[in-house]
């Protein structure tokens, strides 16, 4: 079975956002358009809370997504926050209201910054 299209009224034919991405909780804006590169690759993320959660270690459940956002410089951000390391990862959260995780970093790879597209809302 062949892997469904990227929803195209978000993802322009250039394979980046055509809207603005924005925290789905307090609407403070992430990402601006066209600054972000549509990428689909499985990611674990644990559920939506609030950041000192996260930096606990938490549970390991979690939600199984694919749809992200890349972003290959961490200045890109509008207004992006980060957990304390996890290991080798550090989580994605609002700045403003400090919800999350809405994505995903691996220390390994400066170059890779991962918006998963269900825990955003887009203007």
Not at 76 to 101: H, M, S, W, Y
Not at 103 to 117: E, I, Q, R, T
């Amino acid at each position: 079975m062949e892997p469904a299209a990227p929803p195209s009224e978000l993802v322009s034919a250039e394979g980046r956002n055509r809207k603005a991405v924005l925290c789905q909780r307090c609407g403070s804006r992430v990402l601006q358009p066209g600054t972000a590169l549509f990428s689909r690759r499985q990611l674990c993320l644990p559920p939506m809370r609030k950041k000192p959660a996260l930096a606990d270690g938490g549970s390991p459940e979690g939600d199984l997504l694919q749809d992200h956002w890349l972003v290959e410089d961490m200045f890109t951000f509008e207004n992006v926050g980060f957990t304390k390391d996890v290991g080798n990862i550090k989580f994605l959260v609002c700045a403003d209201c400090e919800i999350g995780p809405i994505g995903w970093h691996c220390l390994d790879d400066k170059n890779s910054f991962y918006v998963a597209l269900e825990r955003v809302s887009h203007e």
